[in-house]
């Protein structure tokens, strides 16, 4: 659905063009009857000439659509339980990230398989995930806690691996056994046999360009989710702070549609422009609309 200001522009556009098509057909008729056989009468010749030159002028002088804006809300960082209880949605879109644990971690020194075989037991404890990059991912979820009913946690893979898809369901039982979350989470298991097909909560890593568009339309399917769920599009938000670069731009572009929110865990920066350890998650609301004339 497109903001209301645009809309309404659209629609006084198409109602300007279908009057003078409209009035041209009129005009033409009327001039088709009075023309003779071999000859055009010099008042059907002159209707011709200025409905051409009205239909020039407005081509001409035809005004241009104004500037498309960004209207912006105030942003709300969820950094105290008050704004935490106050701002927490009854849903959150958020990507799994490929594990990858921080040095000093327990899971540093683990292969791949390893690390695969530990989530796979829902070994959270040996994974550490507070301690590798799904950190961020953990707090812009835990901070909704006080209302959140629905998480879904997409994941992704590859042709020949599973991608960060197994740490989809260690990191749900993280957030139900450490965090206390008690909302119902969806996502996939990880896929059996290397042809099976991805689930509905998996995203394929081709080139970027597909992934864009696979996110895109991955996001909107959710969005359509939660409503099926009686969760309208300001009850959920979309977390950033994690997956590629084309995932993101996906995720932000699904969020354009409607009155859609994003959230990414963001931090403040020490004089040197180094950031900081403290991690806090933002809200961010906005809407693109047309300026009023």
């Known amino acids: 659905m497109l903001p209301k200001h645009l809309r309404g522009y659209l629609r006084a556009q198409r109602l300007a063009w279908t009057l003078l098509g409209g009035a041209a057909t009129l005009l033409l008729s ?9 000859r055009m009468a010099v008042p059907a010749l002159l209707g011709v000439i200025v409905l051409l030159g009205a239909v020039a002028i407005a081509l001409l002088w035809r005004r241009p659509p104004p500037d498309l804006h960004v209207r912006w809300d105030n942003p709300e960082p969820l950094n105290t339980d008050g704004r935490r209880a106050q701002a927490a949605r009854r849903g959150v879109i958020a990507f799994v990230p490929l594990y990858s644990p921080q040095a000093g971690s327990p899971a540093a ?3 791949a398989e390893e690390r695969q075989a530990a989530a796979a037991r829902l070994d959270y404890s040996l994974l550490d995930p507070e301690h590798s990059n799904l950190a961020p991912t953990i707090q812009g979820i835990a901070a909704h806690k006080d209302r959140l009913e629905h998480c879904w ?6 042709d020949a691996s599973d991608g960060s898809l197994p740490y989809a369901g260690v990191l749900a039982a993280y957030l139900e056994d450490i965090k206390q979350l008690t909302c119902r989470f969806h996502f996939d298991a990880p896929r059996v046999g290397s042809q099976a097909k991805p689930g ?5 890593l081709q080139e970027d360009t597909q992934v864009v568009q696979d996110t895109y339309r991955l996001i909107q399917k959710l969005f359509r989710e939660a409503a099926d769920q009686d969760l309208a599009d300001t009850d959920v938000v979309a977390d950033i702070s994690t997956g590629f670069r084309s995932m993101t731009l996906g995720m932000v572009l699904a969020c354009l549609d409607r009155r859609r929110c994003v959230q990414f865990v963001g ?5 040197l422009g180094v950031p900081g350890k403290d991690l806090t998650p933002i809200v ?6 047309l300026p009023p004339d």
């Open 153 to 158: 946690l997409v994941s992704t893979r590859g």
């Open 109 to 111: 020194g683990l292969s």
């Open 284 to 289: 961010y609301g906005f809407e693109p609309e």
């Open 200 to 204: 509905p909560y998996t995203l394929e």
């Open 267 to 271: 931090t403040s920066y020490t004089p």
């Open 30 to 38: 009327v001039i088709a009857n009075r023309i003779t056989p071999g």
